[in-house]
């Protein structure tokens, strides 16, 4: 539910970007949203983005591509960026800026789309775009096909997906460090489906989908999420899902991650209490990740009514203050060089010299995923 005080309190306090998703998003005001926005383009935190997702830096840095990686310029942390400043497929700044990544994905057209070697790229970048609110139509057919094969899969509730101890015992040419491992996928779930398996990345992008209005687009991805949304989920599938066996006859195998566990789902009180800061956070609980999937997950209406999310909010609602704003410990809200999945890139644009960014950024991310709960 939206506080109107508060969005007037975020509205004469905050800075330019948190001005105007406070009026478009929150308040659905347009024409008051219209009148912020020429001070959200000027503000240098929106120019710095938008020239970072218009670069071809990562190949510069030697990323793996354009598309994934750690690095500033690679789409899946400047895209995210521009839309955590406001920035979406209705404004031409934008659209010009992702314009590579669009043209992209047109050569991602030809069904299916999650068994080809370029998978795991045509899932980040269309995902990226739709998140971003980029009406183009071969990104439109890239989601709905992405959708209804993780649809196909995910209807089976199926969460036994490893081979067994002895079916690992005979795999040949395992690299040394992936022995001990128990987390085989089975080859023939990847040969039915492809690339099935719902991703962090699919998450990210697919509630823009729920914008069509079709009842049937609706139930498939209700159903993706009902299969990520349980215990079974949770215990039975490895955080990062695993070791993929790509082609066992050529015995070519491939660390998975990315997948979209919810952080904390069996102790959310734990995850809090034995959270880590920073760079020595990697495979230990890290706030910032899980606020991060919280703001993803409060679009989806089955992930809203989860115990999790409940305790979630729960929890979150002790850093409120008196005066009905909310102030999170400064470290929870990063902003530097990393995976904006990892929650490196918190920030809404505030300038952190200001002495009250970190209540306007708390209370500002309190309204976002109070909004549909």
């Not at 218009?54 to 400047?78: T, V, Y």
């Not at 850093?319 to 999170?328: A, D, L, P, V």
Request: charged share 25%; aromatic share 14%; proline share 4%.
């Amino acid at each position: 539910m939206i506080d109107i005080k508060i969005c007037e309190w975020l509205i004469d306090n905050a800075d330019a970007p948190i001005r105007y998703r406070v009026a478009r998003e929150l308040l659905n005001d347009e024409k008051t949203a219209k009148k912020f926005e020429a001070g959200l383009l000027e503000n240098p935190s929106v120019d710095r983005w938008l020239k970072s997702l218009k670069s071809d830096e990562p190949l510069q840095h030697g990323a793996m591509s354009m598309e994934h990686g750690s690095i500033d310029s690679c789409l899946e942390n400047a895209m995210y960026k521009c839309v955590r400043l406001g920035l979406h497929g209705g404004l031409p700044q934008l659209v010009d800026s992702a314009s590579y990544y669009i043209d992209a994905v047109k050569n991602y057209r030809d069904r299916p789309f999650r068994n080809k070697y370029n998978s795991f790229t045509a899932i980040l970048s269309a995902s990226l775009l739709g998140m971003a609110g980029i009406e183009d139509k071969a990104v439109l057919e890239c989601m709905l096909g992405l959708l209804d094969e993780m649809y196909a899969f995910a209807k089976q509730k199926n969460y036994d997906i490893y081979i067994s101890e002895d079916e690992r015992a005979k795999l040949a040419g395992v690299p040394q460090n992936w022995r001990s491992r128990n987390d085989f996928i089975k080859y023939e779930l990847i040969d039915e489906y492809g690339f099935c398996f719902p991703l962090v990345y699919d998450i990210m992008g697919m509630y823009t989908l729920y914008g069509l209005g079709d009842a049937d687009i609706n139930e498939k991805i209700d159903t993706v999420l009902s299969y990520i949304s349980n215990d079974d989920f949770h215990s039975k599938i490895a955080d990062g899902y695993g070791i993929l066996i790509a082609d066992p006859k050529k015995k070519i195998y491939h660390g998975m991650g990315w997948s979209p566990h919810y952080p904390g789902w069996f102790n959310l009180s734990d995850y809090f209490e034995e959270s880590v800061i920073g760079a020595g956070h990697v495979g230990k609980p890290y706030i910032p990740r899980l606020l991060f999937f919280a703001e993803i997950y409060s679009c989806y209406p089955i992930a809203v009514k989860t115990k999790w999310f409940s305790e979630l909010i729960e929890y979150l609602e002790k850093y409120k203050t008196e005066s009905g704003t909310y102030k999170f410990p400064k470290e929870w809200l990063p902003e530097k060089t990393g995976y904006a999945v990892g929650g490196f890139h918190m920030s809404y644009g505030e300038n952190r010299r200001k002495k009250n960014w970190c209540e306007i950024e708390s209370t500002f991310y309190m309204q976002l995923i109070k909004q549909k709960s």
